[in-house]
């Protein structure tokens, strides 16, 4: 442990860590019986996508995002998303969730159906923003799926550090250590895709030609043998078509400044497409970004917008209310696609991250950690493999311990505000992984993909039915259900009064909104 973070600690007993919110957003495909992609529109008894609070979709139709609340306790965020899994299976017919990160059988791009939001002006938005996401990167890599963890320290903890640090409480404090935090988790995003990444191999189908040093295995597999994450690689979830883009996260006004300036930069590429064709809008504009949510980074400041408003403005507004975490794959032995061992972990890895000093970004060390991250993706549990630190080659194993050792510390004050062991032992959980590179998930896929003789997509077709059926042998929670249900008839009926409030054109509606500073 540093000695800045062991000051900084010391500083800060008696500080409530555990009451820091978390929440979850979890991405699942439906999948048809014959084991490829859903056909079929959102269900209606799911409710709105538009407006339903917990259940939505994201690219695809196929694709359902499940959003929990907000809660103190790890065990009550993965309480609720379990619950609304649950409903989400009661109204499933002959369709069950992928448990992968990377796709089920995909027939090529037009078997993917974009995401429908009805008639309304802030619907067909969305509804577009998705068709030019699927001319700039193909809708084929829109079906990836993941989980976001959302993370806001505890309120009481302000105060204390400001404190210690000889600063005022206010919202510039707040955003200059979040941004440091962003910066460090930044830094050792290669650590999460180690510890949790479990997308080694792929079906065939989602890159037929295969490339990037991607490995045949079997006759319907591509894999990199020692990766851990091919979502988080290169060939997955990216804005590599738009290279170059670099957002500083060296202050929030430099965020801020970084996005306005891609949304408003045309494209080169972009604008070749265009914006429509035949009288049908192909993309909302030709520029590096459509809209904010189109910068794919695996980490992102967040705060909840008012009404129809960007993003950045209520961030450049209000401040920064949470983080975003958005590297961890779906877990594909859990039912829902993380455990508590793993947000425990993730809680004090962010909590380390907000209290330890954070270096300025430059183009060099942003570079690196992209470096990092494609090397841990794509060769992770590779023997001996070595990372960049300040420009020096540090081992993986060496780095990673040495990570541990100072989040040691950092759960012992979890542990002791929240009464608990739990956090401690789920740092401890992580060293078998570090010390040995076949207790990583992937290494349990690829492992399992071994013993049974199969490709990914009979081994994910096997764990998705094994999940379905464990759902289904589960008691029904009746007030969870009532409560959904509910939901889900209130969101259609809020969607019909959105539907009939509009007033002004589609184009009138984009350029209000894109006017916006």
Same mark, same amino acid.
């Given at each position: ?336 696609? #993380?455990? !508590?061992?793993?947000?425990?972990? +993730? =809680?004090?890895?962010?909590?380390? /991250?907000? $209290?330890?000093? @954070? &270096? ?35 081992? #993986?194993? !060496?780095?990673?311990?040495?990570? +541990? =050792?100072?989040?040691?510390?950092? /759960?012992? $004050?979890?542990? @002791? &505000? ?100």
């Amino acid at each position: 442990m540093s000695p800045e973070l062991a000051g900084i600690l010391s500083g800060l007993k008696g500080v409530a860590f555990h009451e820091g919110r978390k929440g979850l957003g979890k991405e699942s495909l439906r999948v048809a019986a014959s084991g490829g992609i859903a056909q079929t529109p959102h269900p209606q008894a799911l409710g709105s996508a538009l407006c339903h609070p917990q259940i939505t979709t994201d690219y695809s139709e196929a694709l359902l995002e499940l959003v929990t609340g907000t809660h103190v306790n790890p065990t009550d965020v993965l309480a609720e998303l379990l619950n609304v899994h649950q409903f989400v299976y009661q109204q499933l017919e002959d369709e069950f969730l992928w448990v992968a990160s990377m796709p089920c059988v995909l027939d090529g791009e037009k078997s993917i159906r974009i995401a429908e939001y009805g008639s309304s002006n802030v619907g067909r938005m969305k509804h577009v923003y998705r068709i030019g996401l699927g001319y700039r990167y193909g809708r084929i890599m829109q079906a990836i799926a993941g989980i976001h963890f959302n993370y806001s320290p505890p309120e009481s903890l302000w105060g204390a550090l400001a404190e210690s640090l000889g600063y005022s409480d206010h919202q510039s404090f707040r955003d200059r250590q979040f941004m440091g935090m962003l910066r460090n988790i930044k830094r050792l995003n290669w650590l999460v895709s180690y510890l949790f990444g479990s997308s080694p191999a792929v079906c065939k189908s989602f890159l037929p030609a295969g490339g990037a040093g991607l490995e045949a295995y079997g006759r319907d597999t591509w894999y990199y043998p020692h990766g851990t994450s091919l979502r988080l690689s290169d060939i997955g979830y990216s804005n590599r078509a738009a290279g170059g883009l670099r957002i500083s996260y060296n202050s929030l006004g430099e965020y801020v400044e970084g996005l306005r300036h891609a949304i408003a930069a045309p494209h080169p590429a972009y604008s070749r497409i265009g914006t429509h064709r035949d009288g049908e809008w192909l993309q909302l504009n030709a520029n590096v970004l459509q809209i904010e949510n189109e910068y794919y980074s695996f980490v992102r400041p967040k705060r909840v917008p008012t009404g129809n408003e960007k993003r950045t403005s209520a961030l450049a507004r209000d401040g920064i209310q949470y983080v975003e975490l958005r590297s961890l794959d779906l877990d594909p032995w859990a039912p829902a696609g #993380l455990t !508590d061992v793993t947000m425990r972990f +993730l =809680e004090v890895f962010m909590v380390g /991250a907000l $209290l330890s000093p @954070a &270096s300025q970004n430059d183009d060099a060390s942003q570079a690196e950690q992209d470096e990092n991250l494609q090397s841990v993706a794509r060769n992770g549990r590779a023997v001996g493999l070595t990372l960049k630190r300040d420009g020096k080659s540090i081992m #993986l194993k !060496d780095w990673a311990s040495e990570t +541990l =050792e100072s989040l040691t510390a950092v /759960a012992r $004050l979890l542990d @002791a &505000s929240a009464g608990s062991s739990a956090y401690s032992a789920a740092v401890n959980a992580q060293r078998a992984k570090v010390a040995d590179p076949d207790e990583t998930p992937s290494a349990h896929v690829v492992a399992a993909m071994r013993a049974e003789g199969e490709g990914f997509y009979h081994f994910a077709m096997r764990r998705s039915k094994a999940s379905a059926e464990w759902f289904g042998n589960q008691p029904v929670d009746a007030a969870s259900s009532a409560t959904l249900k509910a939901s889900a008839e209130q969101s259609l009926s809020d969607q019909a009064a959105i539907e009939a409030a509009d007033n002004q054109s589609f184009d009138k509606y984009l350029a209000e909104y894109f006017a916006q500073p």
